[in-house]
């Protein structure tokens, strides 16, 4: 027989079971939808998709995509271009390209440094674009830094720096001086222009930045007064005194020559005295002539420079653009109208002598003295249209009308613009030094 309870408390009963069974669904409810919350939660979706979701969840999460994207690109920039940072010993100068960038600015132009030559004005002598100025060699390997005034500055207070050799490297010259002149108040510079050795000084840096003009480095009979026809000059191969005397004692030389010697002549070579010169000298071929020649301003080097005091660099040579088959404009006229680089990697033209690079490399490389080659051929050899062209000057007067309009035969494609290509030999110089 079953128990039987009482009418009382079996009504008590009833609402305790349903109190109860309501209380666990209430929870169940809760629970589930905590559940589904945490589940909807854009923590645990922000590195899942999922294949039916909504509009408002697809614009949040490419906003949230987007916003991640910047902010990566922003904080580890060094790391997605995946080149190094500068290091002189690893990266390779000659390996890059040029890349186009509106926004860069020169640190200076022809208008407002007031020490460039109105031979490489180009701009101001009636260039008609300016776009060679917005060009950036950028490396293959590693981040070139940029030009830094103020650590150029820096780096040669209490020294004379001394460019030494032909116009192009008085080219690199004024480039330097401009690329720094802008930092310094009026009163603490001066500029004494000489026929042969000019000075630009920095007074409460008690600095110099010089140029010397020796076009072969040795001596020569056309370094002062100079001979048009090339097959009347002659050099003097066995020595450089007279012009090595001004770079006794200079803390940075920095020396050039190269252009000179492609005169597509025989090198009238002299040992000895100018006394003998007419029956002393015989004719080499460039590259001959050109090792003696370096061999010579080496042996002084070696002699003379002081390693603790003073540091020597070299610029490489500097290409002439006078065939524009060369880049395969078989209509164009040398570097006349061009008005882009040369895009084909390695593109190496008749205005460069791999050959004279040659002697120039093994000379060195024997020196006792260490030299840091500031090697611009290659990076230079793209920029056909960098050259000041038909906007510049000869025998001091700008090109007239006429002469412009014979661009074969006045067009100067071996001296560069400024600002221009030499702002990034001394770009690459400053990150030597």
């Keep these: 027989m079953g128990v039987i309870f009482p009418k009382a408390f079996r009504v008590k009963l009833s609402l305790s079971v349903v109190t109860l069974l309501i209380f666990l669904l209430a929870f169940i409810v809760v629970l589930y939808t905590e559940r589904i919350n945490l589940l909807s939660s854009p923590t645990v979706f922000k590195s899942k998709s999922c294949t039916k979701s909504s509009r408002y969840s697809k614009d949040r999460s490419t906003k949230v995509e987007s916003r991640n994207t910047t902010e990566y690109n922003e904080k580890f920039k060094s790391s997605v271009d995946d080149r190094f940072i500068f290091d002189r010993d690893e990266c390779n100068i000659e390996q890059g390209k040029w890349v186009y960038n509106r926004s860069f600015k020169p640190l200076y132009t022809d208008d407002s440094c007031p020490y460039l030559d109105r031979q490489v004005s180009c701009v101001k002598n009636g260039k008609p674009d300016s776009d060679y100025r917005h060009w950036e060699w950028q490396l293959d390997d590693c981040i070139l830094p940029r030009f830094d005034a103020k650590v150029a500055l820096d780096k040669i207070r209490g020294k004379r720096v001394m460019f030494v050799g032909d ?12 690329l720094v002149e802008f930092l310094i108040p009026k009163d603490q510079k001066s500029m004494r222009r000489g026929k042969v050795h000019s000075i ?8 110099t930045i010089e140029f010397y003009w020796a076009p072969y480095l040795i001596d020569s009979n056309t ?4 001979i048009g026809d090339p ?28 252009v000179w010697w492609m005169t597509g002549s025989k090198i009238k070579s002299l040992w000895g005295s100018f006394a ?19 061999k010579t301003w080496a042996n002084w080097v070696d002699s003379n420079v002081d390693q603790n005091k003073t540091r020597v660099y070299f610029t490489t040579m500097s290409p002439t653009h006078q065939r524009s088959a060369d880049w395969d404009n078989k209509g164009g006229i040398k570097c006349y109208n061009e008005t882009e680089p040369v895009k084909k990697k390695g593109h190496w033209g008749t205005g460069s002598d791999k050959r004279m690079m040659t002697v120039l490399g093994s000379v060195v490389r024997k020196m006792k003295t260490p ?9 230079s050899e793209y920029r056909v249209e960098a050259h000041s062209s038909i906007y510049t000057e000869l025998g001091g007067k ?36």
């Design 371 to 379: 030299v840091t080659l500031i090697n611009i051929t290659q990076l």
């Design 276 to 294: 003998n010169a007419e029956d002393g000298y015989e004719e080499l071929d460039a590259p001959v002539s050109y090792r003696i020649a370096l």
């Design 231 to 258: 097959k009347k000059r002659i050099l003097r191969v066995d020595t450089v005194e007279k012009h090595a005397k001004h770079w006794i004692g200079v803390d940075v030389l920095v020396f050039n020559t190269y």
């Design 200 to 207: 630009f000084k920095i007074k409460d840096h008690n600095a």
């Design 223 to 226: 370094d002062e007064n100079i």
């Design 167 to 178: 116009s192009l490297q008085r080219g690199q010259w004024q480039s330097f001086v401009c």
């Design 398 to 433: 700008l090109l007239t009308d006429q002469q412009k309009a014979d661009p074969l035969k006045f067009a100067d494609c071996i001296h560069w613009c400024l600002p221009g290509v030499p702002d990034t030999w001394n770009q690459i110089f400053l990150a030597y030094l």
